[in-house]
């Protein structure tokens, strides 16, 4: 019984650390430019797919809900010292809504982008200490065309919600209050487009960071591929400048 029982252990080892080893020996291999484009890519959508979620989703997550522009804690106050509680309420919870049926309709405009993009420097993008480097490329040269094509998105829902007949009584009672150091914007559109695109952007950013530092993470063949390999010759270089 002995016998078997070690026998059973060494033959498990055996496999676990044969799976290792052919990961490793994976994760070497260089990927072609097209794969580092493909894995980099599904990292994004995969980061996106999480950000849809939490916008479906936006109870007690401060980044998918809306606040009031500029000094938030500041304005909110003042309102509520009005006794304007129930206002600031209504509001917060019809905007909020509304981010969460703009980024639904939006979803075909940020998967296409992905889809489109054209990485011409893959392999600097996907080799690096940075671990938010796809999602910064992404955001970079795609947020001008997410804010063009976001915005009607966005004012179509924001009025379907009644959120922007709110926010317009709300502004003509605060923009009246004495001696207050910067009024309020009657047009949000802007305003919100920006903070739904940040806040998508901001959980893409995290996600890509998990891909790139935790195995379990990568979901498909080629994200363990490529990060698989971006790990291994971090690695490579960073032993490298040690010696």
């Known amino acids: 019984m002995k016998r078997f029982l070690f026998t059973s252990a060494l033959g498990l080892t055996i496999i676990l650390s044969s799976c290792e080893t052919l990961k ?30 939490a916008f479906a989703d936006p109870n007690g997550n401060p980044l998918v809900r809306f606040v009031f522009p500029g000094d938030a804690a500041k304005i909110e106050k003042t309102l509520r010292d009005l006794g304007l509680d129930k206002m600031i309420g209504n509001i917060t919870a019809k905007y ?27 392999a600097k993008i996907l080799i690096t200490d940075n671990t938010h480097a796809a999602t910064d490329y ?15 998105i966005v004012d179509s ?31 949000l559109t802007d305003f919100i487009s920006a903070r739904v695109i940040d806040g998508m952007f901001l959980m893409v950013g995290n996600e890509e ?14 994200m363990k591929k490529v990060f698989g390999y971006a790990e291994e010759e971090l690695k490579r270089r960073a032993s490298q400048q040690t010696k």
């Open 96 to 122: 909020t809504h509304a981010m969460s049926s703009a980024v639904s309709a939006a979803k075909p405009i940020f998967i296409n982008s992905v889809k489109q993009m054209s990485i011409k420097d893959a």
């Open 209 to 222: 960071e998990n891909i790139r530092t935790k195995y379990e993470f990568r979901k498909t063949d080629m």
């Open 24 to 53: 490793k020996v994976a994760s070497l291999i260089s990927p072609s430019e097209f794969e580092m484009v493909t894995g980099l890519k599904d990292a994004l959508t995969q980061g996106l797919f999480k950000s849809f979620n």
């Open 138 to 152: 992404f955001k970079t040269s795609m947020s001008p065309e997410l804010m063009v094509a976001f915005r009607p």
């Open 157 to 187: 829902t924001v009025k379907t919600e009644g959120a922007a007949t709110e926010w317009n009584n709300l502004v003509n009672i605060y923009n009246k209050i004495p001696f207050i150091s910067k009024p309020l914007e009657g047009n």
